[in-house]
């Protein structure tokens, strides 16, 4: 069986604030005229078609060695040629021993800019939970991070799980990531630049001395001039048994305010009876939880921030909807990321 290259990184997650202008993702107009090998912006030829491997039976594991998070670098189309979508294909199995970490782990998959560097910024593109002791497959829409997914590009994937080789609860994970490019006109509007605002944050609730804006700190970021913006952000919450059973099983309010329109919704997800994996899953996996379930992916929430949005500096802040934990039973907490898309 194949393994992918990987280079392994000891941490349990990264942690990357915003304040940095992705200027990987814009282009500057030509100052000549174009020659004919030189195409203009409008006249950028159809790419062709094709699927590009990512993860290829990636084992993700936690033991002598530490395989939670394992990074790969994959060169993707570069931005002379057009598509009109592309489509994250993931699975998650069991590793060639065949038994499948036992738990309900949460993981997910991001680009990091400035690998190895000072600068290192992770981006996370697509979030998700193991199921219990089986395999799942699922699909990301991934066309609005093409500013990211361009030339040669470092992936990440981290899974929080503790077993691996030899463990009575199970050895761990077999990660596959391939993205589909298909080729034909960009779509309109075409995503011109993914702007980071908080790369991949982890925080406790309901602790009156430690509030969440001290520990979620607002950022001013800087976009490009666009006709649209998007404000895409990952949310789900975790830890429980204690009298709200906070944060996995209790809905709460989440807001943003961008540019100085505040905007919010509850964060559950009330469908987890309709996941499919791949067997028989075990566990509480049909109870509904704070924006996720055990074995399915964790969707984006995307809102239009056009009307709050201008080319320049752009303020965001976040604020969870106030509750105090008692201190008995679990310490809640959340995982959040958030990025802004701008559209041409």
């Known amino acids: 069986m194949r393994r992918s290259l990987i280079r392994a990184v000891p941490l349990l997650f990264v942690v990357a604030c915003g304040g940095k202008e992705d200027t990987t993702a814009e282009t500057s107009a030509p100052t000549t005229s174009p020659t004919d090998s030189e195409p203009t912006e409008t006249e950028r030829p159809e790419g062709a078609s094709q699927t ?16 939670r998070q ?35 782990r949460y993981g997910n998959l991001g680009v990091v800019l400035d690998a190895g560097t000072d600068t290192e910024q992770f981006i996370e593109i697509d979030r998700f939970i193991t199921a219990y002791r089986v395999g799942f497959s699922w699909d990301a829409d991934l066309t609005a991070m093409r500013p990211l997914l361009t030339d040669t590009v470092t992936f990440r994937v981290f899974i929080d799980t503790w077993v691996g080789p030899g463990h009575t609860d199970g050895e761990g994970w077999s990660f596959d990531a391939d993205l589909e490019f298909v080729g034909g006109p960009p779509p309109s509007p075409e995503p011109i630049a993914v702007v980071p605002v908080w790369g991949h944050l982890a925080w406790s609730a309901g602790l009156a001395d430690n509030p969440v804006d001290a520990q979620v700190v607002p950022q001013s970021v800087e976009v490009p001039a666009a006709s649209s913006y998007v404000f895409r952000s990952f949310i789900s919450g ?6 709200e059973n906070c944060a996995e099983f209790c809905p709460k309010e989440h807001l943003y305010t961008v540019g100085g329109v505040e905007f919010g919704r509850e964060v559950w997800r009330d469908d987890c009876i309709e996941t499919v994996t791949d067997g028989a899953q075990l566990g509480t996996w049909t109870y509904d939880r704070a924006g996720w379930c055990p074995g399915a992916q964790v969707f984006p929430w995307d809102t239009d921030v056009s009307a709050s949005v201008a080319a320049g500096a752009v303020d965001v802040s976040y604020r969870l909807e106030d509750f105090t934990w008692s201190g008995s039973g679990d310490q809640p907490y959340y995982y959040m990321s958030g990025v802004l898309i701008a559209y041409e």
């Open 52 to 67: 590009v491997t990512v993860f290829d039976d990636a084992y993700v594991y936690f033991g002598a060695e530490n395989y």
């Open 70 to 104: 394992i990074d790969v670098t994959v060169d993707l189309p570069d931005s002379s040629a057009t598509y009109s979508a592309i489509t994250g294909h993931f699975k998650l199995s069991c590793p060639e021993s065949g038994l499948c970490d036992h738990w309900d």
């Open 238 to 243: 975790h830890g429980w048994n204690n009298p």
